[in-house]
């Protein structure tokens, strides 16, 4: 049988999964905070078109405003000036929409110290438990920040600014130069730690992964659902002409 | 070894393809017009935040404003008032968002007469040849419009108003009433027929398969890169709380 047969038949009997890892999209939506004299993402907001009445007597609709990277969210190559030639979001292979994940979770170190930053020897810790990482697939990384659903508990601001989980320079140089990975996924408002103006290179995820033609996926949810191998992800961000990103509905597969 | 992994091997080696179904977002996506005292779908529109300068000196992003039924897009059942109370799109069950393809092909019939109709008798004869209808799968349908990619070739309008193929009412009932398929899927600004204002119900598609809990995907391309039977369909429209419907980045899945 075929492969797309078994695939199907696997869904209607639920012995696959399909799995939401997106946050919901609304006004309520956080977003990533950037310094006051830098342009920021939009808000989510709807401008409701008609809502069966004179406007559309039979039909309801919106217009909305938002912003590429509001939300859960899709980073192309270049969203950042290191990638700027590396491709558009209309422009990602769509093989890259459907690839498999690894997922290592960080949850209790996240609790002990919210400027945690994952390193390669976490990611190598967890190669010597479950494998090698798999080849053109996500690094997912669950650290219990999608519990945090307001804008305040998400970007969780002290005296040294956003404070939230991340990886390290040296770890994001890794993944980006040394692995085959396509990219990484994270529950926080962007790919970066909240410290992470302040490194060197200032946003290490952004710059490095996406300069080397490598991909982002931003506040994720329900990671806790997925097994630490074998989940396979669908990311399709809208097909953008020119766009750095989009938000998107972040799906996962998932063997019962 | 599991369903999964077969999956990620096929799409590793080839055997099986990601195929793009969905139109360019931009402000020249074409766009459903309805009558002048109506509320509108707006037109997509870009608003850069920065682009490696002054506002944002490593990165590149935008805000976006579009219609949730721009471009290429997913009905959700409360996008029409028949189907006001069964869901919004933030609550379509995931599962809908990879099901099975049926392919029917009328580009012919279509090119002979853009007011051309689907009727139940050209899917009978579609079974006839090809086997049953896919059980909670799409219907879609190839009629060679999304070769007209500009406002006035995708509207055509003639002395009679919007000029463009879709389904009879008979059909859609059929559709929505008799048959295990989810929805339809078309190449045209919306499920409907450019005339279903005039069709009893007006604007079948809608009024019979969103009241039937069902779903339309319209504005899609690369039809005839399917086969008849045996792809799949991904297709997830963002998560917008209260939202009719989403643009959303179509894709199939086949084997090659
Ligand atoms: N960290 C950033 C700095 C500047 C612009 C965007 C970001 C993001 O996180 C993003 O892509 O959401
Ligand atoms: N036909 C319509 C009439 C009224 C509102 C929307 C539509 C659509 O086609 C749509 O959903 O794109």
């Known amino acids: 049988m075929s492969v797309l047969t078994q695939l199907a038949d696997a869904l209607h009997d639920g012995s696959v999964e399909v799995v939401d890892l997106t946050a919901p999209l609304s006004s309520e939506t956080p977003l990533l905070e950037l310094p ?3 342009g920021q993402t939009a808000r989510f907001e709807l401008e409701e078109i008609s809502r069966y009445d004179d406007r559309g007597p039979a039909w309801y609709w919106n217009n909305f405003r938002t912003g590429e990277h509001t939300g859960t969210h899709f980073d192309a190559p270049n969203h950042w000036v290191t990638g700027k030639d590396l491709g558009d979001v209309s422009g990602v292979p769509v093989g890259v929409f459907l690839r498999p994940a690894a997922v290592i979770d960080v949850v209790d170190r996240v609790e002990a110290d919210p400027d945690f930053l994952l390193e390669r020897e976490h ?12 080849a053109g697939g996500w690094l997912l990384c669950r650290t219990g920040w999608s519990s945090r659903t307001t804008q305040q508990d998400m970007i969780n601001n002290t005296e040294t600014g956003p404070t939230s989980p991340g990886m390290s320079a040296d770890c994001a140089r890794w993944v980006a130069e040394e692995t085959d990975l396509i990219g990484i996924g994270v529950e926080t408002v962007g790919t970066d730690a909240g410290a992470a103006h302040s490194f060197d290179p200032a946003f290490p995820c952004h710059a490095l992964l996406l300069g080397a033609g490598k991909y982002g996926l931003a506040q994720l949810q329900n990671l ?11 990311a399709s961000p809208l097909k953008i002409v020119g766009g750095s990103g989009s938000p998107v509905r972040v799906l996962a597969l998932v063997e019962r």
């Open 224 to 234: 806790d659902q997925l097994p630490p191998t074998g989940a396979m992800v669908m």
């Open 123 to 134: 990611v190598e810790a967890w190669v010597d438990e479950h494998g090698p990482l798999p």
């Open 36 to 38: 006051p004299h830098f």
